[in-house]
């Protein structure tokens, strides 16, 4: 089906999807689980097809990568929605405003969610957000990312299989498909992606006044104090730094250590790249550069950075190009003496590219941080427990993870989110099942109405007793 004719669509299924959610009315906790356990099997039935489709829309990509960050973290979180479903559900009494009366808040479906899901994991950002709004007692419309075509059209056969149309759908299609996906009239909107799409989204949103979750990006710190442990740190850095090739949102960016551990940095680096990575090129274990447009823009970052003076360190194995554009696979490689003026320090870098800038005080490090725009994460590395509390009062990240890199993404009782460029509002676990439910407050007035009565005429008397209660 051509882009139009899905879009001419759109406005049609999501409005039979709103009728059927108040047709049907609350969604109870019976058929909450119901359908986490159907999303569960959708994606453990279908793990090797999955597997295969992500894999070929790479070009390469590590099954074992897709395995346990997309189909074992999604089941993850469907699982945990699925064991606290009850007790998220439950209202939350609050204490009374007066005697006789009852307070609470009411957690209630908003209707219809929107996720606009990304290529570099296609599966799991599509499906973690989506555990959240099954438990809340939505229904749901998927927009995965052009860029991983068969993994799309995958989950939209799979899906198809596992839910009626009415409560769960996946929407195809390329860039304007997803423009016009933004626009519609959702109760919610979900976004993982680009700062920079991220702004063309909300714009789309506030035509229809559609509150938004936005997980976006940026440029992720690593701080090395100078009393860390260098090696584990540079192996906990280089772990996520070549899971799924930095195409992380989360990912280390840059990384900020003492002038005197440059040369001892680069010597780890290079040990323990080539202990994990003997070979990358024809390794199954090392995945390729999403397209060929993305590869290009990620050898320019390094010849831009290279023609600014900066010195590149590639950590490929040895007798091993460090780039090859048939297979799209980029070996790690270091930037040393980055700044501010190359382009690799001014846009998210999304790819096996680590700059390394040093700092000679621990201060100047925490105000180069503080002089960006706040990051999706930020990571320290360091056993002191004030130094710890230091950075963690003095720099703000939509997480903080101590002596290692990305933990908490897959911790579910934690928030997962942005703050300022790096998005809004948070999800995960108890967190994500808030966000796509409306808390509604319920007030029980008492029998005889008595809180009331102090709105009523005449006021005089009522006017006495309010002056004396401030003058008391």
Known sequence: MNSNAVIARLGKTLSAMKRAHLADGPANAALRRNRLERAIRLLSENRAALIEAVSEDFGHRSGYQTLLADVMSSIAALHNAHKHLEQWMQPEEQEAPGEGMQARVQYQALGVVGIISPWNFPINLAFSPLSGVLAAGNRALIKPSELTPRTAAL???????????????????????????SAQPFDHLVFTGSTAVGRQVMRAAAENLVPLTLELGG??????????????AVERTLSVKTFNVGQICLSPDYVLLPESAREAFV???????????????????????????????????????????????SLAPEGEPNASIESRKMAPVLVL?????????????????LPILTYQDRNQALDYINAHPRPLAAY?????????????TQTTSGALVINDIMTHASVESLPFGGVGPAGMGAYHGVYGFRRFSHAKAVVVQSAGGEYNLRLRAPYAEKLAHIEAMLSA
Do not use: C
């Open 337 to 353: 003496g980055a700044r501010d003026d190359m382009k690799v320090m001014q846009e998210e870098i999304f790819g096996p590219i």
């Open 219 to 232: 440029k992720s710190p690593v701080m090395i104090d100078t009393d860390a442990d260098l090696s584990a």
């Open 155 to 181: 989950l939209a056969e799979l899906v198809k299989r596992y839910f009626d149309p009415l409560e769960l759908s996946v929407v195809q299609g390329d860039a304007t498909v997803g423009a016009a996906f």
């Open 267 to 313: 010597d780890n680096a290079q040990r323990f790249v080539r202990e994990i990575f003997p070979s990358m090129q024809a390794n199954p274990d090392y995945t390729s550069i999403i397209n060929e447009r993305h590869f290009l823009r990620l050898q320019g970052l390094l010849e831009d950075a290279q023609a600014k003076g900066a010195t590149l360190v």
């Open 380 to 392: 320290y590395f360091g056993p002191d427990p004030e130094r710890q509390q230091h950075f963690a």
